[in-house]
């Protein structure tokens, strides 16, 4: 069953800051975060896992509830890079990671 | 340099008419996947194989065939597509089966079927 992605899409001007959300109805062993930049493939951000601590890439940072069966990924400071549309996978063990419908980043200037 | 390769990137093609898009990566890599993402749906999961001659269907199956004779190469095989098929398809392949490996994603190969 796929991750429930909030919200669905945002707009930001540069700067500003940004939380996008992802939850499951199952029990999480381990958050992937994705980004897709437009006509492009996803690229790899980051894993967080149970029991972990919040990880960090660049200006871009997460967090893993795992009672909550939910994950957050923090974009501070936002540049017009960071447009693109973020994806979360979970992981509920033993199964092939599950993606969610994504949110759809627009950062303007 | 270290990739996914996927063959076409762009194909049109006619209901019913067998196609092969193939999927290559030179990492070495055990676990391969094929998603298809469209519009509002996200990346679904058709078919993933964990290693050589293992293959296990994912979300969306039907309709699709892969096979993994060789470690670096994963086709994906429609055998008579319809128009439902019309998508964009990505390959991905990551270093174990283990589900806490990134995976690293082909440029897609955007398919047409009328």
């Known amino acids: 069953q796929q991750p429930v992605q909030s919200p669905q899409a945002v707009i930001l001007r540069e700067g500003e800051d940004a939380v996008i959300n992802c939850s499951s109805s199952?029990?999480?062993?381990?958050v992937h975060w994705y980004r897709q930049k437009h006509g492009e493939a996803p690229v790899f951000l980051m894993i967080?896992?149970?029991?972990?601590e919040q990880k960090g890439h660049e200006k871009i940072s997460a967090s893993f509830n795992e009672k909550k069966q939910q994950s957050s990924l923090y974009l501070t400071a936002s540049q017009l890079s960071y447009s693109g549309t973020y994806f979360c996978?979970?992981?509920?063990?033993?199964?092939?990671?599950?993606f969610g419908k994504g949110t759809r980043l627009s950062v303007i200037a | 340099e270290a990739q996914v390769t996927q063959n076409p990137r762009y194909l049109i093609t006619v209901t019913g008419k067998k196609l092969t898009v193939t999927c290559s990566q030179n990492?070495?890599?055990?676990?391969m996947s094929w998603y298809r993402q469209d519009p509002g749906l996200g990346l679904r999961q058709i078919y993933y194989?964990?290693?050589?001659?293992?293959?296990d269907k994912g979300d969306v199956p039907e309709g699709y065939k892969v096979s993994r004779k060789e470690k670096r190469n994963f086709p994906l095989i429609l055998e008579s597509p319809s128009p439902n098929q019309t998508s964009l398809y990505f390959c991905?392949?990551?270093?174990?089966?283990?589900?806490?490996?990134?995976?690293?994603f082909g440029p897609g190969t955007r398919l047409t079927v009328t």
């Open positions: 991905a392949s990551s270093l174990t089966t283990s589900v806490l490996s990134e995976q690293y």
């Open positions: 199952k029990a999480l062993y381990s």
């Open positions: 967080l896992l149970k029991g972990g």
């Open positions: 996978g979970s992981d509920s063990g033993n199964t092939p990671l599950v």
């Open positions: 990492m070495n890599h055990e676990y």
């Open positions: 194989s964990m290693n050589v001659e293992v293959t």
